[in-house]
Nanobody
């Protein structure tokens, strides 16, 4: 199993960024997939998830600003982030949520830094 996140970078407050996660080694299309983030000194948190039928859920902190989507043909999940804030600065990871836990080992993540 591999989860490979990419697309992070430095963006100014109010800006936009899209990140992606390519999965391999399991049947991606049948699972709910989540985007998590971990800011310095904080616990990792689930910020968005998308079910196999494309139902989406978001943490209150990102609702209305972030959009999660998936392409099962490419085994890839995306996160479009708009109206970025300083507090969105974190390493972003994808995984398969299992209640409060997760199914697979973490990938390397992708760093998103919001700064002027």
């Amino acid at each position: 199993v591999q989860l490979v996140e990419s697309g992070g970078g430095l963006v100014q407050p109010g800006g936009s960024l899209g990140i992606s996660c390519a999965a391999s080694g399991f049947t991606f299309s049948i699972y709910t997939v989540g985007w998590y983030r971990q800011a310095p000194g904080k616990q990792r948190e689930l910020v968005a998830r998308i079910t196999s039928s494309n139902t989406t859920n978001y943490a209150d902190s990102v609702k209305g600003r972030f959009t999660i989507s998936r392409d099962n043909a490419k085994n890839t999940v995306y996160l479009q982030m708009n109206s970025l804030k300083h507090e969105d600065t974190a390493i972003y990871y994808c995984n398969i949520p299992v209640g409060p836990l997760y199914r697979y080992p973490w990938g390397q993540g992708t760093q998103v830094t919001v700064s002027s």
